[in-house]
């Protein structure tokens, strides 16, 4: 079974800072997808950054990027200069396909607070 | 804004009570999703709909009936729910192709106080 660990539970940092969060997955599948997603207080569950197995490079969004290593089977999330719209629930997923559909695996979260 | 609407917002019910809560898309996606989300944790799967066809469904108690009536609506119809299901319930969809793995896109989600 697939299982998605996030080791922070809270995390805290000043404004403009870069900070990264930790997440590490358990599969036994060749290819697969990974997520990051951030959910503020207004509880939208917001994608922030997709990587697929099969690509080497990690995948880059703005001020958010990854760090994928796929044999170590761990996907870190690094926000650069962090905002205070950052403050946020984010969470680390695994995508796979079962019954002919697709399921998110999600971890626990890591609470991020920017501070000003 | 967000591409999936979901209302209500929020809704308080009694155990015997019977209400829906209601999901629309209008992004063509033919894959939509219920969650369960308690305070502090992540979202946990209820049902997946596939081509207006229900794919998954996670064990969920029959007291929930989820509903597709077309590819852009998702109905979770309730009933005789208990105090522990109170929780803020999300809605997602995506694209099916089934092959690749498209994201999820997701809605602002309905808080449900059972009394």
């Known amino acids: 079974a697939q299982t998605v660990t996030q080791s922070q539970p809270e995390m805290s940092v000043q404004e403009a800072e870069t900070v990264t969060l930790s997440c590490t997955y358990d599969?036994?599948?060749?290819?697969?997808?990974l997520f990051w997603y951030k959910q503020p207080p207004s509880r939208q569950m917001i994608l922030v950054i997709r990587?697929?197995?099969?690509?080497?490079q990690n995948a880059t969004e703005n001020r958010f990027s990854v760090n994928f290593q796929k044999a170590a089977k761990s996907f870190s999330l690094k926000i650069s200069d962090s905002q205070l719209g950052d403050t946020a629930m984010y969470f680390c997923?695994?995508?796979?396909?079962?019954?002919?559909?697709?399921?998110?695996?999600f971890g626990q979260g890591t609470r991020l607070t920017i501070n000003p | 804004d967000t591409e999936v609407t979901q209302t209500p917002k929020h809704l308080v019910m009694g155990m015997t009570n019977k209400k829906s809560l209601k999901c629309e898309q209008h992004?063509?996606?033919?894959?939509m999703y219920w969650y369960k989300q308690k305070a502090k944790k992540p979202p946990e799967l209820m049902f997946v709909y596939s081509y207006e066809k229900l794919s998954i469904n996670e064990s969920v108690p029959s007291r929930f009936s989820p509903e597709c009536p077309n590819s852009s609506l998702l109905n979770l119809h309730l009933h005789a729910l208990q105090p522990e299901d109170s929780a803020l319930y999300l809605c997602?969809?995506?694209?099916?192709?089934?092959?690749?793995?498209?994201?999820?896109?997701f809605g602002d989600g309905t808080r449900l106080s059972i009394l």
């Open positions: 599969t036994s599948e060749s290819n697969y997808y």
């Open positions: 992004m063509g996606h033919r894959a």
């Open positions: 997602a969809s995506s694209q099916e192709d089934r092959v690749s793995n498209q994201p999820q896109h």
């Open positions: 990587q697929e197995a099969y690509k080497q």
């Open positions: 997923a695994f995508m796979k396909r079962t019954q002919g559909a697709q399921k998110l695996v």
